[in-house]
């Protein structure tokens, strides 16, 4: 996850400030010179953090914040607006033309994640807007590119459009653009080809693709994992192309978010989309404002329930609602349970998106590992369909069968199928409006 250094030594710097009761111009120094020396070395671009500290300490001098009440507090406040000033404020939405078909261009280096970027976004625009896109696949340096996003292509029934490798790209975008017009596709996305460096040859090839597309937009794909390089190759690109926004790929590796931060204020182009992960799923628009809520460790409810609400579907939640509450709630249910919370991502980073979590003692060496879940499915797998329905039948020698068909222990197969049991009474009498003996403990 990213930013973990960073919140870790924001809130120590400003957890200073809160054990003092009154707070002097020293103070306030020393925490500046500490978010500093945090900024820096998260790997935020060094004039960058010199205006951000500039500002945040002529707010904080000039308005007597020192003599009011709750010095530390106003400073966070003044932090977690800066921050997000810095990361450009609001959301920017992608352009969109007025006639069809809307033409987004991208371009960035090798491996940056174009093509991986442009599935995802083809099929977002597909499931949110129900959007006709085509894909047309220009890289024809890359091995293997265009077999790539034909494949993803293939997977999501979004058609591509392709040449092979020995027709020239431009000729390629032509001849797409042509396609498009004459299926009126509403999206076109050129995935076009990147080197591992910038060069004039391939940025002379991005340039003619511009003049003969007219993008509506063209999206940077940056890589967050390369830091301040990261930073350096968007203003190669932004320089040549005048680039219309930018993709931060591979944010979940990314544990500094240098780039993230400065990106922006460096070219001045938004982050529109971030990348978390390797699934088609794994995008989302970027909010200034609640990334840098995540960073201070103020948790980030907003973005987890637009995830809980995209990822489960709610016509079967309110029916297992309506079963705990009837105490019907069998295995089946529960597999259907922990599936959902999978694909919501690692458990760990959805935890520290509920404020306060973020540097939460328990939850700072936790580490929930997706091998304990498939342990439990391994169990629940072994059962029949008549145990799954009525976990009663599991006397002790079919818990032995259990284990023994699931390769774990029969310790581990009593401990959840215990553990399961209690949490269908909680929750039933949760459900129910009482509490059970079990949950009056927990609240004890
Ligand atoms: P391209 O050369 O720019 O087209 O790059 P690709 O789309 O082929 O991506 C390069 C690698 O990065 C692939 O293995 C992708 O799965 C991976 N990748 C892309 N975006 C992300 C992301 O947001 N997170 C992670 N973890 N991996 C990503």
């Not at 010095?71 to 932090?79: G, R, Y």
């Not at 060069?199 to 090839?205: A, Q, T, Y």
Request: no cysteine; hydrophobic share 40%; aromatic share 4%.
């Amino acid at each position: 996850m990213a930013f973990e250094g960073l919140t870790e030594r924001l809130q120590k710097a400003i957890s200073g400030l809160r054990r003092k009761g009154k707070v002097t111009d020293a103070d306030l120094r020393e925490t500046m010179r500490e978010i500093r020396l945090a900024l820096l070395e998260a790997d935020v671009n060094f004039e960058v953090v010199k205006t951000f500290i500039k500002t945040v300490r002529d707010r904080a001098a000039g308005t007597n914040i020192l003599e009011g009440l709750n010095p530390a507090q106003q400073i966070v406040k003044i932090v977690d607006e800066e921050l997000t000033k810095m990361m450009g404020e609001e959301a920017v939405p992608l352009n969109k033309s007025p006639k069809v078909p809307t033409v987004i261009m991208m371009a960035g280096l090798q491996g940056a994640g174009k093509t991986t970027t442009v599935g995802k976004l083809a099929l977002k625009l597909k499931n949110e807007q129900k959007a006709r896109p085509l894909l047309i696949a220009a890289d024809i340096y890359r091995p293997a590119a265009i077999d790539q996003l034909a494949k993803l292509g293939h997977d999501m029934e979004i058609p591509v459009f392709s040449m092979g490798t020995d027709v020239n790209p431009r000729e390629i975008v032509k001849q797409g653009l042509a396609q498009a017009a004459e299926n009126k596709n509403d999206y076109v996305f050129i995935d076009t080809a990147g080197r591992l460096q910038i060069d004039e040859l391939l940025m002379d090839e991005l340039a003619d693709i511009k003049t003969i597309a007219q993008p509506d937009e063209i999206l940077l794909v940056i890589d967050a994992m390369t830091g301040q390089n990261a930073v350096q190759t968007a203003q190669g690109f932004d320089q040549r192309l005048d680039v219309s926004g930018v993709v931060l790929t591979k944010l979940d590796g990314d544990t500094r978010g240098g780039a993230a931060l400065s990106i922006r204020a460096v070219t001045g182009k938004p982050i529109k989309f971030v990348g978390q992960g390797e699934k088609m799923t794994d995008l989302d628009v970027f909010y200034p404002d609640r990334m840098s809520s995540r960073i201070l460790g103020m948790g980030d409810m907003l973005t987890l329930i637009e995830k809980a609400q995209r990822d489960f579907d709610e016509k079967q939640a309110e029916e297992q609602m309506q079963k705990m509450k009837e105490n019907t709630f069998d295995f089946n249910d529960f597999i259907e349970q922990l599936n959902q919370v999978q694909n919501m991502g690692p458990l760990e980073d959805i935890m520290k998106m509920i404020p306060g979590m973020a540097n939460n003692p328990a939850l700072k060496n936790m580490n929930v590992d997706p091998k304990d879940l498939e342990h439990i499915k391994a169990i629940v797998f072994s059962m029949t369909p008549a145990e799954r329905e009525n976990p009663d039948l599991l006397n002790p020698s079919r818990r032995r069968r259990l284990a023994a068909g699931s390769g774990r222990p029969v310790v581990e197969v009593n401990r959840m199928i215990k553990q399961f049991m209690e949490m269908k009474k909680m929750m039933s009498g949760l459900m129910n409006g009482k509490m059970s003996p079990q949950m009056q403990n927990m609240m004890n």
